[in-house]
């Protein structure tokens, strides 16, 4: 079962800012969170993931609670191409066993509107 | 350029007929998986594979299977034992396994009739 607890849908402005929101009360020291999108019909995307320092990249920045319970992805300037599921995925990083394996919840539907 | 390609995009078939989906991958990557998706769902993990000859499997093996004779190639088989085969299913790949990003095919929607 999936370790997260997102909202299943939210709206977002288009040019406004998109704050998605992820619970993961139970995650372990040595567990990152990630963050994948899927645009219908299409394979899921890699868009960040962290430990505990908040990370920024092109597509994203992902801030992370002090305590690591929750996490939110921020698209600053979100558009109508980013209308899409987005998955928060938490995991070990290891080389064996299956711990390290991703676990897809039902993620949150983000509706983009103009 | 490199990526992970799944083919055929849409496939048809009658009930009680094996098929076998198609996922190569030129990225070098050690790990591959396949997952299967029905509407409004999340992904679900069938088998995946840390290294060439070897897999292992997912949450819901049963009615599938798979063989790694290549690093690049990792083909999927519904076989007539799969009770609801149709569905969405993803191929992905990784560096190294539980290593980083995963990468994902545009997958391949399988439809049994």
């Known amino acids: 079962d999936a370790k997260t607890t997102q909202p299943t849908s939210m709206d977002c402005a288009e040019g406004r800012a998109a704050n998605l929101p992820c619970n993961h009360s139970?995650?372990?020291?040595?567990?990152?969170v990630y963050w994948y999108r899927q645009i219908h019909s299409q394979g899921p995307q890699y868009i960040i993931h962290?430990?505990?320092n908040n990370e920024t990249n092109e597509m994203a920045s992902l801030i992370i609670t002090e305590d690591r319970k929750s996490s939110t992805l921020i698209l600053p300037h979100a558009t109508l191409r980013d209308t899409a599921v987005y998955y928060c995925?938490?995991?070990?990083?290891?080389?064996?066993?299956?711990?390290?394996?991703?676990?897809f919840g039902k993620g949150t539907k983000l509706s983009v509107k103009p | 350029d490199g990526g992970i390609t799944q083919s055929p995009k849409y496939l048809f078939r009658k009930e009680g007929q094996n098929v076998t989906l198609s996922c190569e991958q030129n990225?070098?990557?050690?790990?591959m998986y396949w997952y299967r998706q029905d509407p409004g769902q999340g992904l679900r993990l069938i088998y995946y594979?840390?290294?060439?000859?070897?897999?292992q499997k997912g949450d819901i093996a049963e009615g599938y299977s798979v063989s790694r004779e290549k690093k690049e190639s990792f083909p999927l088989t519904v076989t007539s034992a799969q009770k609801n085969p149709t569905a969405f299913y993803l191929c992905?790949?990784?560096?190294?396994?539980?290593?980083?990003?995963?990468?994902f095919g545009s997958g391949t929607r399988l439809t049994v009739v």
């Open positions: 139970t995650i372990s020291g040595n567990e990152y």
């Open positions: 992905a790949s990784s560096i190294r396994p539980k290593r980083v990003g995963y990468t």
């Open positions: 995925i938490v995991r070990v990083e290891n080389y064996g066993g299956s711990q390290g394996n991703l676990i």
């Open positions: 594979s840390q290294i060439v000859n070897d897999f």
């Open positions: 962290g430990l505990k």
């Open positions: 990225l070098n990557h050690d790990a």
